[in-house]
């Protein structure tokens, strides 16, 4: 009995989630965050790997440097992500393809334009706010698009909307890192391109 009835739930999740595909405004997101997931893997992958080489960081100022990034990401969640909304005209869109737009020209300056350690940390407060804005704003879109078209009971769509944001990025962190570490292989400038090439993909289609 048991099984049966964990088969037929899994019957039941697999239906809600195809379902969910269907939805234009939801499978927009969901490729957003998955091709834009993929560009942060690549870049956080290989700045670890690279930036003691190019910029002299040792252990302790790298740890400095994910600090600061990650007090950067709670001030812009707490203060700034209704900011900018209010300042879109509270699109989700809008505000995902500003967002796009911000990181691929952070991966570019990272990978040609900037060369000192100064810069890597001025360059991390456009990078942290765009992305703590693009994980907010793509998992409250998911939210609204899948309460919008749900048929049923609307908090369980949601809540399978969000589940499938965060799948996207762990397959992000599945894909990002091998395809960063190939391309970094032939030339580390590359990456910032193909990552960049992959935040204008995303933003032009959500």
Known sequence: CACLVGSEMCIRDSTVILRLLREPAIARVVFYQTAIGIALAMYRTTFSM?????????????GYYQSAGAVLGVLCNTFLVGWLLAAVGHSESRLLRACGGVLAACFVLYAYVVDTAVGVFVLLVPFSVATSCVYTVATAALSKAAAVGADGDGTTTAGTAIG???????????????????????????????????????????
């Open 50 to 62: 690279s930036v003691g080489e190019r910029f002299g960081f040792d252990a302790a100022t790298l």
């Open 164 to 206: 499938l944001g965060h799948s996207s990025r762990s397959l992000s962190g599945i894909v990002g890192p091998t395809v960063g570490g190939y391309i970094a292989a032939a030339r580390f400038e590359y990456v910032g391109v193909a990552a960049a090439v992959l935040a204008l993909a995303s933003s032009a289609f959500v």
